[in-house]
């Protein structure tokens, strides 16, 4: 048996009924030269072949005296994470969110390995998908995409060799996850064990938060932390319901606009979000005078492991409070450029202390309602890394990889991002009942991406503003679920 580290074991502990902490991918792929039906009837017997499955997909929950293990279940039983199902007839792509949207509010049953696939067919094009489900605990969004990807091949004919997602060998991440008080050592071994593991990031780490008081004295509007964004509608108790929501955005248009003000794809798609969440919050008339905040996932994650957590915070405005498309795109981005150049003095572990440190304030105004008109962030926004080439699925080739997230109460919308090839696929969830009609998220996202387009027929390139205290380092950890 293994016991779980801290971060995945706080996935776990803070599941409840109305909040479900796994994290799905909707996955559309397009059979090469076989009529669509039998293709997928002939795919769901193949897999329906596999009688084993490789960790984490064959790790069962245990619990001793409080304390969370992983333990190798020693009786696989495929019939119960592989489901075949048809979707309702017309077959669009309403009808296939509709049932992601279903499907992803249902709870993972604990007395089995954590996970479910679903193998979808019935969509009108010919297209058919697949659907998969995992418990956070288990691994993070980039872990979750590296194994799916070593699922597939960018060959057709080898891809019909490969095993299916769950029998693919994982990589162990070799990072020490913190150690977790518990009753049968004590809590104080293990905070001993917690100073020492951290010793030497003291010093980085002291730094970085005397920078940050400096930057708070001075009122640096680059510098965002936790418990600094407004109160607003995304920040309510969720229901037990969630929609789905979900379209591709053109690569070359989003990178064509980050060429043109020198910065990021993920600062472009930031500037979109934060236009969409502006247009969405004023059809509601509810948008605050201060900007939204996002918290976005960083991945410190050393290695192509794919087990596990690792991954950190920072956050960044949203500059929902302007008008002007222009000047919002050069304050997220100012805004990030900050972010990532505290972030390069930073290794991974101090990254994760100081993330910790950023979430305080708002976690301290969470308990004693400080500041009644703030709130710990508005949304959750991530950017995964996907795979850049066409790939193939047991003879089918990949043309959507949606990812789907989790939401809690007062984080009632999240925003993930998968950059694939010629597409960035965007997937959005939400609480069916506290975000009313979210999909209109999807056309806001195109309408931004069009202004954005607009303000890049000027003629020079826009200059970019100097940064204090930019010291090259190591590379910055990249953006992720």
Not at 16 to 40: A, C, N
Not at 298 to 321: G, W
Request: hydrophobic residues 40%; aromatic residues 8%; glycine residues 4%.
């Amino acid at each position: 048996m293994k016991k779980l580290g801290m971060i995945d074991d706080t996935f776990l502990r803070f599941e409840s009924r109305r909040q479900p902490l796994h994290i799905g991918t909707l996955m559309l792929f397009e059979p090469q030269g076989e009529d669509p039906k039998e293709f997928v009837a002939k795919l769901a017997d193949r897999l329906r072949q596999s009688n084993q499955a490789a960790a984490p997909f064959n790790q069962r929950l245990i619990v001793k005296r409080g304390i969370h293990y992983w333990k190798e279940t020693q009786d696989f039983d495929l019939a119960h994470h592989f489901v075949h199902i048809a979707l309702p007839k017309p077959g669009r792509i309403r009808e296939l969110l509709a049932m992601v949207s279903r499907v992803h509010c249902g709870h993972l049953d604990r007395a089995y390995p954590l996970w479910r696939l679903y193998l979808i067919e019935g969509l009108e094009d010919g297209r058919f998908a697949v659907y998969i489900k995992v418990h956070h605990s288990l691994m993070d969004g980039v872990a979750g995409i590296r194994l799916l990807v070593k699922s597939m091949s960018t060959n057709l004919e080898t891809s019909l060799e490969l095993p299916p997602p769950w029998e693919v060998p994982t990589k162990p991440s070799r990072t020490r996850n913190l150690p977790v008080p518990n009753p049968a050592t004590g809590g104080l071994s293990a905070l001993r064990s917690l100073a020492r593991e951290h010793v030497n990031s003291v010093v980085p780490v002291l730094k970085e938060v005397t920078s940050n008081i400096k930057d708070l004295w001075n009122k640096n509007s680059d510098f965002v932390f936790g418990g600094q964004a407004p109160r607003s509608l995304f920040n309510q108790k969720v229901s037990a319901t969630r929609r789905f929501a979900a379209q591709s955005y053109s690569t070359p248009r989003i990178k064509a606009v980050a060429e043109y003000y020198q910065t990021t794809m993920n600062d472009v798609v930031l500037a979109m979000c934060g236009s969409a969440l502006r247009q969405y919050l004023i059809d509601l008339d509810a948008l605050p005078s201060r900007p939204l905040v996002a918290a976005v996932p960083v991945s410190v994650r050393r290695d192509n492991s794919e087990l596990s957590n690792e991954i950190s915070f920072t956050f960044t405005h949203l500059a929902t409070h302007i008008d002007n498309p222009r000047e919002r795109m050069l304050a997220i981005k100012n805004c990030m450029d900050y972010n990532k150049a505290h972030l390069r003095k930073l290794s991974p572990d101090q990254s994760l202390v100081c993330g910790a440190i950023k979430l305080l304030p708002g976690a301290l105004n969470a308990i004693t309602g400080f500041s009644p008109d703030s709130v710990l962030g508005n949304v959750i926004i991530s950017h995964v890394p996907g795979p850049r080439r066409t790939m193939y699925w047991q003879g089918a080739k990949l043309c959507g990889l949606y990812p789907a997230s989790l939401i809690v109460d007062y984080g009632a919308l999240n925003i993930t991002l998968i950059s694939r090839q010629d597409f960035v696929d965007v997937g959005i969830i939400a609480c069916r009942k506290t975000v009313p009609q979210m999909q209109r998220l999807l056309k806001y996202l195109e309408d931004a991406l069009v202004a954005l387009e607009a303000t890049t027929q000027a003629e020079s390139k826009v200059p970019a503003k100097p940064l204090k205290q930019q010291t090259p380092a190591t590379k910055v950890p990249e953006l992720e679920s």
